[in-house]
């Protein structure tokens, strides 16, 4: 089971902070693309945590079975 | 120094750390609700020199999270209103007021003039030109922003590291600030004292700094996570050109121009022509403001390294007209017999 943490504008248009995902293994590219078309994160500027380290999006990484992966996009309030 | 007494008897501070407070000078750029909850906690705490940026005057719909401001300063500068409150907390603050938005016009020399730069700003755009500034100034710069109940805080530039465009590159894609998405005044509370206690941390040297890191507070669950920067790219370098026009020393006695000998004072052989001077590379940053910006300057050293790296810094300081010697101080004394 994956873990996904949403932040900001990302976890309003998903209507929640976090999901899980069951499977057993998936890579970065297809799970931001799943992502993409649950929720059209692609609109917004987000950078990607895995395990609570932020990686490149366009990193060949496969996330596995009880991996946490956040997307962090930046806030502009002040 | 009785007035700091409670944070001197610590001693992580003591009346070493409350000197450090005193000789230093903090930038807050933006005074809205991050620039409130961080200024009054510097100036309290003795930090000698502050300067605010902020171009914006005061509305009504500011008063519920901007709470240096009252209902008689509707309308007018933030940065006046901040002063008058900020000053009467404490007397001794120098506190330098720039009734200016942050530009690329006047971002330079901002950052220039203070050792610290926060970030209270409510737009990306000037984030990324006060970032950009920070990352050439080589200033660390203390970054906080909210969306809703959640903030991010985090340093860069910090001694060499990340800055928040190698985490956050530009992109044109839109972003909500708290005019648009609303906020409650103790969330951007809570994320300027964050900033604030970085700053304190980062002038006495103590604890852990959030270089390399983006902290994340959700203000609904008290929930915070930091997340740590593994592969981000390193900061983007400064634009520069590195173009230089080469000319040869034959070419470069020719004429008036001043001739600018960046070796190290001792260095063999020594040239000295009429209109030859010498400024080492180490002092060159400091000693550069004694020199006429508008006038060509023909720059060598020994091998051409270090006349190029002048060259770099001299560019960045605003000087048009540089041109490379070819060769190095050796070629001088041939050319001169």
Redo the contacts between chains.
Sequence with gaps: MITLKY???IAEVAQS?FETLNVDSISLAELLEMLDSKYAVG???F?I?VN?????KQ?DLNILDSDEV?L??????? | MDRYQRQTILPEVGTSGQQKLKSSGVLVVGAGGLGCAILPYLVSAGVGRIGIVDGDRVEESNLHRQILYNENSIGGLKVEAAQKVLQRMNSTAQLEIIPEFLSTENVDNLVEAFDLIVDATDNLEVRYVLDEACCRKKKAMIYGSIYRFQGQVSVFNYNGGPSYSSLFPKEDKPLLNCEEAGALGTTVGIIGMLQANEALKIILGIGEVLSGKLLIYNTLTNDQKVFEFEDVPPPIKPKISTSFEMITVADAVLGESVLLDVRELMEMPQVKLTNSIQIPLSVLERESDNLDKSAELRIFCQSGVRSRKAAELLFQKGFQKLKLVGGGAKDFLTEDG
Excluded: M
């Design positions: 932040f900001g504008n902070d609109q917004f500027p950078q945590a609570r380290k932020i990686v490149s990193k956040a962090l996009p930046p806030f502009a309030g002040g």
